[in-house]
């Protein structure tokens, strides 16, 4: 596609329940970020990949919280035993390479209820 | 580490007239880019201008520019004539150009920007 498609658009999941959150980025493109944003909030780090180097986990906020990027593609957001602190959107992005700018997917709007 | 800093986390201005957003950033690279990022309320993020930081001349997208000082650590984007279609948050982001191990593309807190009628 000609942008970067994240999918689902919504998902409301029950507390203590694993999501998966997918990532297509632009083709061609390197380099893949996730984030998330609190409601009203900035832009919170969360992992990036570049090409087949080992991905920057430093942003992942506990071990409830893992990504992969399969043949330096698509990427995965796992979220397990899912809590209410969870709800956020998830924002992904991929770039060129990791120095240059980033392309925003729409974001997966994720409710814990 | 670098951080970014938007002081300002909301603001307004009339349609056709001019407003600033303030963006300042600190980090110990020479070489980085600086980015505009623009969100309305459909969430999609949208890269409104980039500067490279080793170019001296402010960027310029229509609109959109950005008044660059490298010694300051300042980065402003300055919007033209305001449209209504202008109302988003907006975002001040940061990348090191060669940064070693810390590549991640690193956000201000944002600012709500209002264009009124």
């Known amino acids: 596609g000609a942008g970067v498609s994240q999918s689902p658009s919504n998902k409301v999941t029950e507390k203590g329940k694993d999501v998966e959150l997918r990532c297509d980025p632009i083709?061609?493109?390197?380099?893949l970020y996730w984030y998330r944003q609190s409601l009203g909030q900035g832009l919170e780090f969360l992992i990036y990949f570049q090409g087949n180097s080992a991905p920057d986990k430093s942003g992942l906020p506990s071990d409830r919280f893992s990504a992969e990027r399969t043949g330096g593609s698509v990427s995965t957001l796992t979220i397990q035993r899912t809590q209410q602190e969870d709800s956020a959107v998830y924002l992904c992005a991929s770039s060129l390479r990791l120095n240059t700018e980033a392309f925003f997917g729409q974001g997966t709007r994720l409710t814990v209820v | 580490a670098q951080t970014v800093t938007q002081s300002q986390p909301e603001m307004s201005v009339q349609e056709a007239e001019t407003v600033t957003l303030s963006c300042t950033y600190d980090?110990?690279?020479?070489?980085?880019?600086l980015f505009w990022y623009k969100q309305p309320p459909s969430r999609q993020m949208i890269l409104v201008i980039r500067?490279?930081?080793?170019?001296?001349q402010n960027a310029t997208e229509n609109r959109f520019s950005v008044n660059f000082q490298k010694a300051a650590k300042s980065f402003s984007l300055k919007i033209s004539d305001s449209q209504l279609g202008d109302t988003a948050m907006y975002f001040c982001?940061?990348?090191?150009?060669?940064?070693?191990?810390?590549?991640?593309?690193?956000f201000g807190k944002g600012t709500l920007l209002t264009v009124n009628p």
């Open positions: 500067q490279e930081a080793y170019k001296q």
């Open positions: 980090t110990s690279e020479s070489n980085y880019y």
């Open positions: 982001a940061f990348i090191p150009f060669s940064g070693g191990s810390n590549y991640k593309l690193t």
């Open positions: 083709s061609g493109h390197t380099a």
